[in-house]
């Protein structure tokens, strides 16, 4: 069964720094990729984030870009991120999230496969 580990979300102020962290399980003959999606109140789910697991090179959307770094550790099957300067229309629910296709960039939310999501709201 695939079963993402999601946290650290939580409420913060507009300038501030967060990470999330997540740990995968259920993927029995691995995976190549793992990001995030987020989706903000009242949109569709956005896919922010991603990190090839083979070689470690990182896919972007231009919202978080220069401001959000994700991370891995295969051995602990654990991805991370870390959000500096933090604004208050990063406020959303975060995903982390295996792409369908197994590559980056991540895309396709309904195919993807997510977690529960962790909360993130910033206060401005």
């Known amino acids: 069964e695939v079963q993402f580990e999601e946290s650290g979300g939580g409420w913060m102020q507009s300038g501030e720094s967060l990470r999330l962290s997540c740990v995968v399980h259920?993927?029995?003959?691995?995976?190549?990729?793992v990001g995030w999606f987020r989706q903000a109140p009242g949109k569709e789910p956005e896919g922010i984030s991603c990190?090839?697991?083979?070689?470690?090179?990182?896919d972007y959307a231009d919202s978080v870009t220069g401001r959000f770094t994700i991370s891995r550790d295969n051995a602990r099957n654990t991805v991370w991120m870390q959000m500096n300067g933090l604004k208050p229309e990063d406020t959303a629910t975060y995903y982390c999230?295996?792409?369908?296709?197994?590559?980056?960039?991540?895309?396709?939310?309904?195919?993807?496969?997510w977690g529960q999501g962790a909360q993130v709201r910033v206060f401005a």
């Open positions: 999230a295996v792409p369908y296709n197994f590559r980056c960039p991540l895309r396709s939310w309904g195919r993807s496969y």
């Open positions: 259920g993927f029995i003959s691995g995976y190549d990729a």
């Open positions: 990190i090839n697991t083979k070689d470690g090179s990182t």
